[in-house]
Protein backbone atom coordinates (compact mmCIF):
# COMPACT_ATOMS: atom_id res chain seq x y z
CA UNK A 1 0.00 0.00 0.00
CA UNK A 2 1.46 3.64 -0.98
CA UNK A 3 1.36 5.68 2.16
CA UNK A 4 0.27 9.29 0.97
CA UNK A 5 1.56 11.14 4.23
CA UNK A 6 5.00 9.80 2.98
CA UNK A 7 6.12 10.44 -0.55
CA UNK A 8 9.10 9.52 -0.22
CA UNK A 9 7.98 5.85 1.14
CA UNK A 10 9.57 4.00 -1.91
CA UNK A 11 9.46 0.78 -0.38
CA UNK A 12 5.84 0.98 -1.46
CA UNK A 13 6.13 3.29 -4.18
CA UNK A 14 9.16 2.31 -5.83
CA UNK A 15 12.19 4.89 -6.37
CA UNK A 16 11.39 5.41 -10.01
CA UNK A 17 7.68 6.22 -9.46
CA UNK A 18 8.95 8.93 -6.74
CA UNK A 19 11.65 10.51 -8.49
CA UNK A 20 9.40 11.10 -11.34
CA UNK A 21 6.28 12.25 -9.56
CA UNK A 22 9.24 14.93 -8.25
CA UNK A 23 10.53 15.55 -11.96
CA UNK A 24 6.75 16.42 -12.84
CA UNK A 25 6.48 18.68 -10.02
CA UNK A 26 9.68 20.67 -10.83
CA UNK A 27 8.71 20.40 -14.58
CA UNK A 28 5.17 22.31 -13.93
CA UNK A 29 7.23 24.60 -12.02
CA UNK A 30 9.97 25.34 -14.46
CA UNK A 31 6.41 26.18 -17.07
CA UNK A 32 5.24 28.65 -14.52
CA UNK A 33 8.58 30.93 -15.46
CA UNK A 34 7.26 30.73 -19.20
CA UNK A 35 6.59 34.67 -19.97
CA UNK A 36 2.94 36.06 -20.31
CA UNK A 37 3.16 38.32 -22.53
CA UNK A 38 0.14 40.56 -23.24
CA UNK A 39 -0.04 41.59 -27.48
CA UNK A 40 -2.17 44.44 -26.14
CA UNK A 41 -1.27 48.07 -24.91
CA UNK A 42 -2.20 49.00 -21.29
CA UNK A 43 -4.78 51.31 -22.45
CA UNK A 44 -6.95 49.06 -24.32
CA UNK A 45 -10.38 48.54 -22.98
CA UNK A 46 -9.90 44.89 -22.21
CA UNK A 47 -11.69 43.17 -19.36
CA UNK A 48 -11.16 40.38 -17.08
CA UNK A 49 -13.16 37.86 -19.41
CA UNK A 50 -11.89 39.01 -22.95
CA UNK A 51 -8.03 39.26 -21.38
CA UNK A 52 -8.45 35.04 -20.04
CA UNK A 53 -10.07 34.49 -24.03
CA UNK A 54 -7.34 36.52 -25.18
CA UNK A 55 -4.15 34.41 -23.40
CA UNK A 56 -6.51 31.18 -23.82
CA UNK A 57 -5.89 32.13 -27.55
CA UNK A 58 -2.47 32.64 -27.41
CA UNK A 59 -1.62 29.32 -25.41
CA UNK A 60 -3.72 27.07 -27.70
CA UNK A 61 -1.71 23.89 -27.70
CA UNK A 62 0.91 24.87 -25.23
CA UNK A 63 0.15 24.50 -21.38
CA UNK A 64 2.93 26.59 -20.20
CA UNK A 65 1.62 29.72 -21.38
CA UNK A 66 -0.92 30.90 -18.95
CA UNK A 67 0.17 29.74 -15.59
CA UNK A 68 2.46 32.26 -14.31
CA UNK A 69 3.37 35.74 -13.78
CA UNK A 70 6.68 35.93 -15.44
CA UNK A 71 7.16 38.88 -17.93
CA UNK A 72 3.40 39.49 -18.26
CA UNK A 73 4.14 42.89 -20.08
CA UNK A 74 2.09 44.69 -22.59
CA UNK A 75 2.95 45.26 -25.96
CA UNK A 76 3.46 49.40 -25.03
CA UNK A 77 5.61 48.29 -22.59
CA UNK A 78 8.14 46.08 -24.76
CA UNK A 79 7.88 48.65 -27.29
CA UNK A 80 8.88 51.16 -24.63
CA UNK A 81 11.87 49.02 -23.15
CA UNK A 82 13.27 48.40 -27.05
CA UNK A 83 13.02 52.18 -27.55
CA UNK A 84 14.92 53.32 -24.63
CA UNK A 85 17.46 50.10 -25.11
CA UNK A 86 18.54 51.32 -28.70
CA UNK A 87 21.59 53.02 -29.05
CA UNK A 88 24.00 53.15 -32.74
CA UNK A 89 21.11 49.98 -34.23
CA UNK A 90 19.85 51.21 -38.17
CA UNK A 91 16.06 52.19 -38.05
CA UNK A 92 13.35 48.89 -37.28
CA UNK A 93 16.37 47.07 -35.36
CA UNK A 94 16.50 46.97 -31.68
CA UNK A 95 19.41 45.30 -29.26
CA UNK A 96 19.93 41.89 -28.82
CA UNK A 97 20.05 42.72 -25.09
CA UNK A 98 16.26 43.40 -24.81
CA UNK A 99 15.33 39.82 -25.80
CA UNK A 100 17.88 38.82 -23.35
CA UNK A 101 16.89 40.71 -20.59
CA UNK A 102 13.21 39.01 -20.64
CA UNK A 103 14.73 35.91 -21.22
CA UNK A 104 16.58 36.17 -18.27
CA UNK A 105 13.33 37.18 -16.47
CA UNK A 106 12.59 33.38 -16.75
CA UNK A 107 15.72 32.03 -16.60
CA UNK A 108 16.92 33.62 -13.14
CA UNK A 109 13.76 31.79 -11.37
CA UNK A 110 15.41 27.83 -12.64
CA UNK A 111 18.17 28.02 -10.24
CA UNK A 112 16.29 27.81 -6.82
CA UNK A 113 13.75 25.66 -8.85
CA UNK A 114 16.48 23.31 -10.00
CA UNK A 115 17.91 23.04 -6.40
CA UNK A 116 14.78 22.47 -4.56
CA UNK A 117 13.88 19.57 -6.67
CA UNK A 118 16.95 17.99 -6.02
CA UNK A 119 16.84 18.38 -2.57
CA UNK A 120 13.70 16.99 -2.64
CA UNK A 121 15.24 13.79 -4.98
CA UNK A 122 18.14 13.49 -2.34
CA UNK A 123 15.69 13.52 0.58
CA UNK A 124 14.01 10.98 -1.35
CA UNK A 125 17.11 8.06 -2.19
CA UNK A 126 18.80 9.19 1.01
CA UNK A 127 15.61 7.45 2.51
CA UNK A 128 15.66 4.57 0.14
CA UNK A 129 19.15 3.56 0.94
CA UNK A 130 18.66 3.88 4.58
CA UNK A 131 16.26 1.36 3.91
CA UNK A 132 17.99 -0.77 2.13
CA UNK A 133 20.81 -1.17 4.43
CA UNK A 134 18.63 -1.72 7.66
CA UNK A 135 16.69 -3.94 5.67
CA UNK A 136 20.07 -6.22 5.09
CA UNK A 137 21.80 -5.92 7.75
CA UNK A 138 20.12 -5.56 10.69
CA UNK A 139 21.14 -8.49 11.82
CA UNK A 140 24.84 -7.39 12.16
CA UNK A 141 24.37 -4.71 14.51
CA UNK A 142 26.54 -6.05 17.18
CA UNK A 143 29.34 -6.70 14.86
CA UNK A 144 29.64 -3.22 13.75
CA UNK A 145 28.91 -4.63 9.90
CA UNK A 146 26.20 -2.37 9.76
CA UNK A 147 27.35 1.01 11.03
CA UNK A 148 30.37 0.62 8.88
CA UNK A 149 28.23 0.29 6.16
CA UNK A 150 26.20 3.14 6.66
CA UNK A 151 29.35 5.47 7.32
CA UNK A 152 30.42 4.06 4.09
CA UNK A 153 27.03 5.18 2.60
CA UNK A 154 26.63 8.54 4.37
CA UNK A 155 29.80 9.55 3.02
CA UNK A 156 29.44 8.69 -0.73
CA UNK A 157 26.07 10.02 -0.83
CA UNK A 158 27.83 13.74 0.34
CA UNK A 159 30.39 13.42 -2.50
CA UNK A 160 27.35 12.49 -5.03
CA UNK A 161 25.72 15.38 -3.79
CA UNK A 162 28.42 18.03 -3.84
CA UNK A 163 29.00 16.96 -7.40
CA UNK A 164 25.74 17.39 -8.41
CA UNK A 165 24.98 20.45 -6.77
CA UNK A 166 28.06 21.97 -8.95
CA UNK A 167 26.62 20.32 -11.95
CA UNK A 168 23.40 21.68 -11.34
CA UNK A 169 24.83 25.00 -10.96
CA UNK A 170 27.25 24.82 -14.21
CA UNK A 171 23.83 23.53 -16.34
CA UNK A 172 21.94 27.11 -14.97
CA UNK A 173 24.97 29.26 -15.38
CA UNK A 174 24.89 27.89 -19.01
CA UNK A 175 21.33 28.62 -19.38
CA UNK A 176 22.09 32.56 -18.83
CA UNK A 177 23.75 32.95 -21.86
CA UNK A 178 20.96 32.14 -24.34
CA UNK A 179 21.55 30.48 -27.49
CA UNK A 180 19.85 27.20 -29.30
CA UNK A 181 20.83 24.86 -31.54
CA UNK A 182 17.06 24.02 -32.48
CA UNK A 183 16.94 26.62 -35.05
CA UNK A 184 13.80 24.83 -37.39
CA UNK A 185 11.70 24.48 -34.24
CA UNK A 186 12.64 28.05 -33.00
CA UNK A 187 11.25 29.49 -36.28
CA UNK A 188 8.42 28.04 -36.57
CA UNK A 189 7.11 28.84 -32.78
CA UNK A 190 8.25 32.10 -33.46
CA UNK A 191 6.11 32.61 -36.54
CA UNK A 192 3.46 30.31 -34.78
CA UNK A 193 3.57 33.05 -31.53
CA UNK A 194 3.89 35.70 -33.90
CA UNK A 195 0.57 34.82 -36.22
CA UNK A 196 -1.18 34.47 -32.54
CA UNK A 197 0.07 37.75 -30.99
CA UNK A 198 -0.73 39.92 -34.47
CA UNK A 199 -3.78 37.99 -34.27
CA UNK A 200 -4.92 39.13 -30.78
CA UNK A 201 -3.54 42.67 -31.12
CA UNK A 202 -5.42 43.34 -34.65
CA UNK A 203 -8.94 41.95 -32.89
CA UNK A 204 -8.49 44.73 -30.25
CA UNK A 205 -7.84 46.82 -33.00
CA UNK A 206 -10.87 46.61 -34.34
CA UNK A 207 -10.77 44.06 -37.16
CA UNK A 208 -11.94 41.30 -35.01
CA UNK A 209 -14.90 40.44 -37.41
CA UNK A 210 -12.09 39.54 -40.38
CA UNK A 211 -9.79 37.86 -37.83
CA UNK A 212 -12.52 35.68 -36.61
CA UNK A 213 -13.72 34.94 -40.06
CA UNK A 214 -10.61 33.98 -41.33
CA UNK A 215 -10.20 31.76 -38.22
CA UNK A 216 -13.43 29.98 -39.09
CA UNK A 217 -12.68 29.84 -43.21
CA UNK A 218 -13.13 26.25 -44.32
CA UNK A 219 -12.99 25.87 -48.36
CA UNK A 220 -15.59 23.35 -47.77
CA UNK A 221 -18.14 25.66 -46.34
CA UNK A 222 -17.52 28.84 -47.44
CA UNK A 223 -20.94 29.99 -46.30
CA UNK A 224 -20.06 29.94 -42.75
CA UNK A 225 -17.32 33.00 -43.02
CA UNK A 226 -20.41 35.26 -44.51
CA UNK A 227 -19.77 36.39 -48.07
CA UNK A 228 -19.09 33.89 -50.24
CA UNK A 229 -17.60 35.91 -53.24
CA UNK A 230 -15.48 37.36 -51.16
CA UNK A 231 -14.00 33.93 -49.60
CA UNK A 232 -13.76 32.57 -52.81
CA UNK A 233 -10.35 34.54 -53.63
CA UNK A 234 -9.09 33.54 -50.74
CA UNK A 235 -9.80 30.13 -51.96
CA UNK A 236 -8.17 30.89 -55.47
CA UNK A 237 -5.19 32.69 -53.68
CA UNK A 238 -4.38 29.72 -51.34
CA UNK A 239 -4.74 27.20 -54.60
CA UNK A 240 -2.49 29.30 -56.66
CA UNK A 241 0.33 29.41 -54.03
CA UNK A 242 0.18 25.94 -53.29
CA UNK A 243 0.77 25.52 -57.23
CA UNK A 244 4.91 27.69 -56.13
CA UNK A 245 4.32 24.89 -53.19
CA UNK A 246 3.69 27.36 -50.65
CA UNK A 247 1.74 25.87 -48.31
CA UNK A 248 -1.05 28.25 -46.20
CA UNK A 249 -4.30 28.45 -44.01
CA UNK A 250 -6.86 31.34 -44.25
CA UNK A 251 -5.42 32.34 -40.84
CA UNK A 252 -1.68 32.95 -41.88
CA UNK A 253 -3.07 35.91 -43.96
CA UNK A 254 -3.77 37.51 -40.30
CA UNK A 255 0.08 38.56 -40.81
CA UNK A 256 -0.41 40.65 -43.90
CA UNK A 257 -3.01 42.82 -42.37
CA UNK A 258 -1.45 46.49 -42.23
CA UNK A 259 1.54 47.33 -40.22
CA UNK A 260 1.29 49.03 -36.55
CA UNK A 261 3.86 50.65 -34.60
CA UNK A 262 3.55 47.85 -32.26
CA UNK A 263 4.68 44.99 -34.93
CA UNK A 264 8.40 44.58 -33.25
CA UNK A 265 7.30 44.66 -30.04
CA UNK A 266 5.06 41.59 -31.14
CA UNK A 267 8.27 40.18 -32.77
CA UNK A 268 10.23 40.53 -29.63
CA UNK A 269 7.72 38.74 -27.61
CA UNK A 270 6.88 36.16 -30.41
CA UNK A 271 10.51 35.47 -30.09
CA UNK A 272 11.52 35.26 -26.63
CA UNK A 273 8.30 33.33 -26.20
CA UNK A 274 9.76 30.92 -29.01
CA UNK A 275 13.10 30.50 -26.99
CA UNK A 276 11.77 29.79 -23.86
CA UNK A 277 9.72 26.81 -25.97
Known amino acids: MVNPSDPTDTTSTGLLHS ?3 EYERFRVKLHMTAPQFRPWTTTANVDSQTQKRMLDSAKQDDDAVGLGTTNSLH ?7 ARRSRTRELPGNYPFSVK ?4 LESVRQWSALAQECFSEVKDIVVKHI ?3 VEEHFKGYSNGGLKEAVSNITSEQIIMCAQATTKKIEGLYLSECSPFTQNEDYFLTYKTKMLTRYKAIHQEL ?3 SNLVTALRAYSPNNQSST ?3 SQWSYLTQAITQLSYFGITVKAEDFITLLPKHDMNP ?3 IMAEVR ?4
Open 274 to 277: AYFQ
Open 226 to 228: GNT
Open 19 to 21: LNE
Open 75 to 81: ADEIMDL
Open 130 to 132: IRI
Open 100 to 103: ERLI
Open 205 to 207: EGK
Open 265 to 267: ALD
